[in-house]
């Protein structure tokens, strides 16, 4: 038997710091500018709790993308039917929702987005099943065919709620801020930002932790190798989309609750900046997309507050800025 | 000696083009068959089409006697086929670990096997935690091999691994497919460098043009520099 000479030692992996700097860097700069502290921390909190809700939308996309190269102009549907399937459950317990007790609050809205996520999950099997199935592998069929779900989803959604739009309160203990000093932090935006930390660890987890993680993982730097290996693709990939449809239901149903408001194109504001998001993080990475989210809620918010006539193109500037310095993103997982 | 994997007329289309133009092969049981031919020949197409990553338009593919020429590809590794790329195709943004855990799908890695496995490849061992992506050329080699032996199989499909390699790599690289050799694994190995063919194989297949133009010995082969001068475009010799 014959020993392979190992060769030099391995350099340490080097660990891609920079892109995590970025929204620190970001946030630092933007002290001065602000000038008062209290507005900067107002707007550095609705930042996170911003980009953490745009995370959760946009998650289940990018593995979508990486995994399979598939392109879901729809994914704003399951935002939609989310938010919407969310009011069923509130309309019947508005009293609960306004009780003045967390636990009541939380009694109404845990099912409401449980089933949120279970119906966007279900409609995503449907969505794969009829219109992605048969398309893998053309990009522009995708476009039009997922494009097209869309209108379909957001005309039955006027269809079957009418064309207004439908009030969702906030549930009454999740009204108010907390005071720090002279800083207000609003303690929907405390709870959207754990929520969205929460949906972060346990993806990275099951990304790294488990075997179904490491298929994904593989899945999405080569998948024919994870074929050749003896794994159906197909069906992780499945699994996938379904998880990616009801994580952007339960996203749906918390930028509802940010909004306070429903309505079957509310995605429309949402789409460009998930996509924005899904590039600039990278096609297929998690990290990617976390950090992605931030950076375009901060552009967002401190953008908003500085430059106004800015605000509405201020997103593609940095996707710009971000694809000039890292042409495939802030972590490049696929060749593509 | 019984034929493991048999091919009859199998012809490949990828787009417009005609690849493999009516092959017809046979790999028997327990030994190593070369598969030969110069660039653009058909050799990959022709591993590619058996492990079903390119679907053949027609011909019969059996393993084993099962008919597999419609199966998709996980079914096929499912039957007990191991495919080794020429790209090699190590998942670079997992570990060494993490590449072989995936490899044994039936269940934890056997201990005993992957002790064999480091007895080739100590440089697994030693890189056992590390990125995939940060091994060295002949390192993602052995990883690529190693994913494909981590679990006993029925057939190996191995395509061009001494390619790019160092030298010194190239030889301890002979020396570990001998020895999976002697442990009694079916091989079919594509290789361009002759050196290596000669000696691993039992049996060769020559390709040119999407069909196979020679089969027989290898050894016979080797010894005949004529042959190899009209199969191959040059002899042994001129090789070393």
């Known amino acids: ?336 | 000696m019984t034929d493991l994997l048999k091919l009859s007329g199998v012809h490949t289309h990828i787009g417009r083009y005609h690849i493999l133009q009516g092959i017809d092969l046979a790999v028997p049981q327990g030994e190593v068959t070369m598969l030969l031919g110069r660039n653009g020949a058909g050799k990959t197409t022709t591993l590619r089409t058996i492990m079903g990553l390119w679907q053949a338009s027609s011909g019969e593919i059996s393993l084993a006697g099962e008919r597999i020429e419609s199966r998709a590809t996980p079914d096929i590794a499912r039957l007990g086929v191991g495919y080794v790329p020429e790209s090699m195709a190590v998942f670079s943004d997992l570990t060494v670990k993490e590449n072989l855990v995936l490899a044994a799908r039936d269940g934890p890695m056997d201990d005993t096997q992957l002790e064999w496995i480091f007895g080739f490849f100590p440089a697994l061992r030693r890189f056992w935690l590390s990125r995939a992506g940060s091994l060295s050329g002949g390192q993602k080699q052995m990883l690529s091999i190693a994913r494909a032996i981590v679990e006993p199989r029925k057939l190996l499909l191995i395509d061009e691994p001494t390619k790019g390699l160092a030298p010194a790599i190239v030889m301890a690289l002979i020396e570990c497919l001998k020895e999976i050799k002697r442990q009694g694994a079916t091989i079919l190995l594509v290789e361009q460098n002759f050196f290596a063919a000669r000696e691993l194989g039992d049996n060769v297949l020559v390709m040119d043009n999407g069909t196979i133009v020679h089969r027989g010995e290898m050894a016979a082969l080797a010894s005949d520099v004529p042959l190899q001068e009209r199969l191959l475009g040059l002899s042994l010799e001129a090789h070393q």
């Open chain 1, 1 to 336: 038997m014959t020993e392979l000479a190992v060769t030099d030692p391995l350099p340490k992996p080097k660990r891609d710091i920079a892109p995590i700097l970025l929204p620190v860097a970001l946030a630092l700069v933007t002290i001065p500018l602000i000038g008062s502290p209290s507005t900067w921390l107002t707007l550095t909190a609705a930042s996170l709790a911003m980009g953490m809700m745009i995370f959760i939308m946009a998650s289940g996309l990018t593995l979508v993308f990486g995994l399979m190269d598939v392109l879901n102009f729809g994914h704003g549907a399951f935002i939609a039917v989310g938010a919407y399937i969310a009011t069923l459950v509130f309309a019947p317990f508005a009293a609960s929702v306004q009780a003045d007790s967390l636990w009541v609050n939380l009694a109404v809205l845990a099912p409401a987005a449980l089933l949120s996520m279970a119906v966007s999950g279900a409609l995503g099997l449907v969505v794969e099943r009829v219109l992605i199935l048969p398309v893998y592998g053309q990009h522009l069929k995708q476009i039009l065919m997922t494009t097209g779900g869309l209108i379909v989803a957001e005309q039955t959604l006027y269809a079957l709620w009418g064309p207004q739009i439908i009030p969702m309160p906030l549930p009454a203990s999740l009204r108010g801020s907390f005071i720090l000093g002279d800083v207000a932090i609003a303690k929907y935006r405390v709870l959207a930002t754990l929520i969205g930390l929460a949906v972060f660890v346990a993806i990275q987890l099951v990304l790294n932790r488990t075997k179904l993680g490491l298929l994904i993982r593989a899945g999405v730097e080569n998948r024919e190798m994870v074929e050749a290996l003896g794994y159906r693709i197909r069906r992780l990939f499945l699994g996938v989309f379904m998880t990616g449809s009801a994580l952007a239901g339960l996203g749906g149903v918390m930028w509802a609750l940010y909004r306070e408001q429903v309505h079957a194109s509310m995605s429309d504001e949402l789409t460009v900046l998930i996509f924005v998001v899904v590039i600039i993080g990278g096609l297929g990475s998690i990290g990617g997309c976390f950090i992605g989210a931030i950076l375009v809620a901060m552009v967002a918010n401190y953008g908003g507050f500085l430059v106004p006539k800015l605000a509405l193109v201020s997103n593609i500037l940095l996707m710009v800025a971000i694809l000039m310095w890292r042409p495939r993103g802030l972590y490049a997982v696929t060749s593509r």
